[in-house]
């Protein structure tokens, strides 16, 4: 079993900062890659950071200078520190990381339970 962890979501007005976390827990081999995906409503689901092996960041381009995403691989974690912050960023956002859980088994995605941001005046 794995199971993921989210906090940090809520209400800030634009202009504001929110910082999301996500802790991953159980039988965990190897982390690939962690990362964040929103879903505003009657929107598809987008990935917004990702964190790979190795370090190498992706960022969807409205985000760019203004988040950041980053990883403590003792604590199985990743945050994504929000700034400067518009109302087209709300939304839910997911944390998802892929993950082996033995040294036989593939690569699984596996997702948090979603973190409401709201960014309105």
């Known amino acids: 079993q794995v199971q993921l962890v989210e906090s940090g979501g809520g209400l800030v007005q634009p202009g504001g900062s929110l910082r999301l976390s996500c802790a991953a827990s159980?039988?965990?081999?190897?982390?690939?890659?962690m990362g964040w995906y929103r879903q505003a409503p009657g929107k598809q689901r987008e990935l917004v950071a990702a964190?790979?092996?190795?370090?190498?960041?992706n960022y969807l381009d409205s985000v760019k200078g203004r988040f950041t995403i980053s990883r403590d691989y003792a604590k199985n974690a990743v945050y994504l520190q929000m700034n400067s912050l518009k109302p087209e960023d709300t939304a839910v956002y997911y944390c998802?990381?892929?993950?082996?859980?033995?040294?036989?088994?593939?690569?699984?995605?596996?997702w948090g339970q979603g973190t409401q941001v709201a960014v309105s005046s």
């Open positions: 998802n990381v892929r993950l082996r859980r033995s040294i036989v088994a593939g690569y699984t995605d596996y």
């Open positions: 159980g039988s965990i081999f190897r982390i690939n890659a």
């Open positions: 964190i790979i092996a190795g370090n190498s960041t």
